[in-house]
């Protein structure tokens, strides 16, 4: 699992590195995104008039648009409103359900009180009176009486309403009879058949239009004009009175009506409701279908003229005009937009960006940084178009919307560039990025001006920062400047005022500090997230106090002496062809770091006289040095030294052959026959890809052959510098790096020079014997031995001094 995770990430690494898909694919998603951010400007009016404002010029209608009249609009859609009807839900089977609730709970107490078998006794008691007076009397028993008013309460739920207990006994005293109930059920559906509303009052207000009478039951819906036919709940409950003095009751016993009555007049209730949700959807709907009301405007027609003071109606249709048009407009816009930007970009790549070979793997990386520094900068700017309107808002200060541009700190975006990627790549980026930010900030020239200088000099002071604090002293530099770009900005247009003025200087000395700190604070983020290696860190790792080097002291002090000189050619080397002497120093420091594991196995560590090659086979002693450039690339990996450090470990043998064991494997060869292959003794490689990386491999191998020199004289010296360099040539090490043939030579002359000042020969300083004058020496120096004898010491007594260094544990 793990195998294959890092297979993938392999393979998905070699594909952006080697792909133009991840261009094209940065480019369409910048451009995606840009469009974005500009969206909402692509949609600003052309006619940036407010009420009151006078005219500048005459506006005519482009062509044929419609104008809504909101006036006319609004009245429309509050006549519709007013023409919905209410709706009102009328329950026909409510009556039926009273009927037959009256009916079953009258049939239920009828057989209750029809069951004779219940009767224990008839007639009066022994006080003469009544047993049916009084449902308390405790001589009653289980009489049918006490079955009935023992559900009494259970009469009064099925029956929907609270009886007297006057009027139950009436009714148990005619065993609810069926006379009684027919009489009730037919009030009741006479009067509730007709309607009967909570609030006549509300329902008559309608009377002019009518309302929309819905039935519930059947599901259809009438318009109701004769809303006075309606019985409101009190109006109701009178009708009883007079339907009970109809000639049909006359025979009925006074007590049973007034039963009757009673009960009827509680069983009715409202079955005309108002559906108040319904009519006030209704009212909605009636309201979004009246269209706009639209008067026409012909092409060619005046809206606006000179001098004119803009009123109501023209703000209307210059508005009307506006939103008519957007759609178009926002799609061509879009589009041109679009082309804007991959034109500039395309420009900028080709121009400067595009690499002059196929060999540089960190290519789509510096794109997508670009991208991002991009994309991440005008995001700033678009936050930043807010500002004016904040501060308009919460100070009392009339403060000009450019001047409050020019504090944003845009040109960090230039200084970042710069820092990572040169003034070659910095200086055309700011050209391109300032003319998105200034469509961004609605084609202002202005603005456009003032970042395009502006970025010019952030460049121009970043371009050798080797100090976290120039990031802050190039800000300082470029606060004063701005001040000059924000007044020639200001003065360009000639409508300014001194407040204008001073406000402009207010903020462009705060945008230059500003971009100064953020460059200081991005710098670091942008170090870690695309693994670039900056001056400033470069610095850091030339201090030879760094762990590795210290480890590559101790564990192998003879490759350190030889890192630490071949640093130091590099560097000289590299200021007189161009190249970075600062890169090529720390490259030359840790270039052998690989041998720290097995330090004894190389030459210059060797102290005790013994080699232990000579009892390994050549192509084991190959295999471990080349072993030594895998092990470094992982220690470097380990140490974070960074991408050009790492490769420069890699590449500074190239492919070239380790001719010592490749010789001795050939002289040792028992078959004849047998044939040595070469590449199993040749550095992996590959080849150097920079100039820093070809310097260090000939300074490399040009310090470790001039050791071998039994009488290093300047011209020997030559002669082995220029040997070494035409065959690391005629090799073609040098071939995918750009180093010339002037550079070559120049690498010479420089190297004759420095391994000619490591090499001289120092003069032999002669001691005498000083004479003694009172116990002293007449030089001042009795620390002075004669130069005779030193040298017979030093000749004759070898055995003796060994022995002395010895016992000082040496």
Not at 479 to 485: G, T
């Amino acid at each position: 699992m793990v195998d294959d995770i890092a297979s993938f990430k392999k393979k998905l690494s070699a594909y952006f590195e080697g792909s133009n898909n991840v261009l094209w694919g940065i480019l369409i998603g910048f451009t995606i995104i840009f469009t974005l951010f500009l969206y909402p400007t692509l949609n600003a009016d052309k006619y940036s008039y407010t009420l009151g404002d006078i005219a500048k010029r005459d506006v005519k209608a482009p062509r044929d648009f419609f104008v809504e009249d909101p006036d006319s609009t609004e009245m429309n859609r509050l006549q519709a409103v007013r023409s919905v009807l209410n709706v009102y839900d009328y329950d026909t089977g409510l009556s039926m359900k009273l009927s037959e609730r009256v009916r079953k709970v009258f049939g239920e107490f009828r057989d209750i009180t029809a069951d004779k078998s219940q009767w224990r006794a008839k007639g009066r008691d022994r006080s003469g009176k009544n047993p049916g007076l009084s449902h308390r009397d405790s001589n009653i028993g289980t009489t049918t009486h006490a079955v009935v008013w023992a559900k009494k309460e259970e009469f009064d739920q099925k029956i929907g309403v609270d009886i007297s207990n006057d009027a139950f006994l009436i009714l148990e005293k005619n065993q609810f009879s069926v006379k009684i109930e027919n009489l009730i059920c037919q009030i009741v559906s006479n009067i509730m058949d007709n309607g009967i509303v909570a609030n006549k009052e509300i329902l008559l207000r309608q009377a002019e239009k009518g309302v929309s009478l819905r039935n519930v039951d059947v599901g259809t819906e009438n318009v109701e004009l004769d809303l006075k036919r309606f019985y409101g709940l009190e109006q109701s409950q009178a009708m009883v009175l007079r339907v009970v003095s109809d000639p049909l009751f006359s025979k009925v016993d006074y007590p049973v009506r007034s039963v009757i009555v009673d009960i009827s007049q509680r069983l009715l209730q409202p079955n005309v409701t108002f559906n108040r949700s319904e009519t006030e959807n209704r009212e909605k709907r009636a309201e979004s279908e009246v269209g706009p009301s639209m008067f026409k405007i012909k092409a060619g027609e005046m809206l606006l003229r000179e001098g004119e003071r803009v009123s109501r109606p023209q703000l209307l249709k210059l508005k009307s005009l506006q939103n008519q048009t957007r759609d178009e407009n926002m799609m061509v816009r879009s589009l041109g937009v679009a082309l804007v930007i991959i034109l500039l970009i395309l420009t900028l790549y080709t121009l400067n960006l595009k690499p002059k070979n196929d060999l540089n793997p960190d290519h789509n990386k510096n794109m997508l940084f670009l991208a991002s520094i991009m994309t991440v900068f005008l995001f700033i700017a678009k936050v930043s178009l807010s500002v004016p309107g904040v501060l308009s808002a919460t100070t009392a200060f009339d403060i000009k919307e450019s001047c409050v541009y020019f504090g944003m700190p845009i040109a960090a975006s230039a200084m970042t560039v710069c820092l990572f990627m040169g003034l070659e790549a910095a200086l055309p980026f700011s050209i391109v990025f300032s003319a998105l930010v200034a469509i961004l900030f609605e084609n202002q020239f202005d603005i456009f001006i003032f970042y395009v200088l502006s970025c010019f000099m952030a460049c121009y002071w970043t371009r050798d920062c080797c100090e976290r604090k120039v990031f802050i002293k190039a800000g300082a530099k470029l606060s004063l400047v701005n001040c000059l770009f924000a007044t020639a900005a200001i003065v360009y247009f000639g409508d300014f005022d001194w407040d204008d003025i001073l406000w402009g200087w207010v903020f462009a000395f705060s945008g230059g500090l500003s971009a100064g700190i953020v460059t200081a604070g991005l710098a670091p983020l942008v170090e870690i997230v695309f693994d670039y290696t900056t001056d400033i860190k470069l610095l850091e790792l030339a201090n030879l106090e760094q762990p590795i080097l210290r480890r590559l002291m101790i564990e192998a002090p003879g490759t350190y002496n030889h890192s630490v000189i071949v640093g130091t050619m590099a560097d000289a080397v590299a200021s007189e062809i161009g190249a970075n002497p600062l890169l090529a120093r720390v490259c030359g420091y840790y270039h052998d770091i690989g041998k720290i594991d097995k330090a004894q196995y190389y030459i210059e560590n060797q102290q005790s006289g013994k080699n232990k090659h000579d009892k390994l086979a050549p192509s084991m002693s190959a295999l471990i040095l080349i072993g030594h450039v895998k092990n470094g690339v992982e220690m470097a990996k380990k140490y974070r030294l960074g991408k050009p450090i790492v490769d420069t470990i890699r590449q500074h043998h190239g492919t070239s052959l380790i001719e010592f064991f490749f010789e001795k494997a050939r002289t040792q060869k028992v078959d004849m026959d047998a044939t040595i292959n070469p590449a199993d003794f040749r550095y992996p490689g590959p080849k150097p890809q920079t100039v820093e990386a070809g310097i260090v491999m000939i300074a490399d191998m040009v310090e470790a052959a001039s050791r071998t020199l039994d009488d290093p004289t300047p011209a020997r010296i030559q002669g082995l510098v220029q040997r070494l360099i035409n065959k690391i040539f005629s090799d073609g090490q040098l071939d995918n790096c750009e180093i010339t043939l002037k550079d070559l030579h120049n690498i010479a002359k420089r190297f004759n020079q420095i391994l000619s000042g490591i090499h001289h020969h120092r003069i032999k300083y002669p001691e005498r014997t000083p004479s003694i004058t009172n116990g002293k020496a007449k030089n001042g120096d009795s620390d002075r031995q004669q130069a005779d004898k030193a040298t017979r010491r030093s000749d004759d007594d070898a055995d003796e001094s060994g022995s002395h260094l010895k016992r000082l544990g040496i």
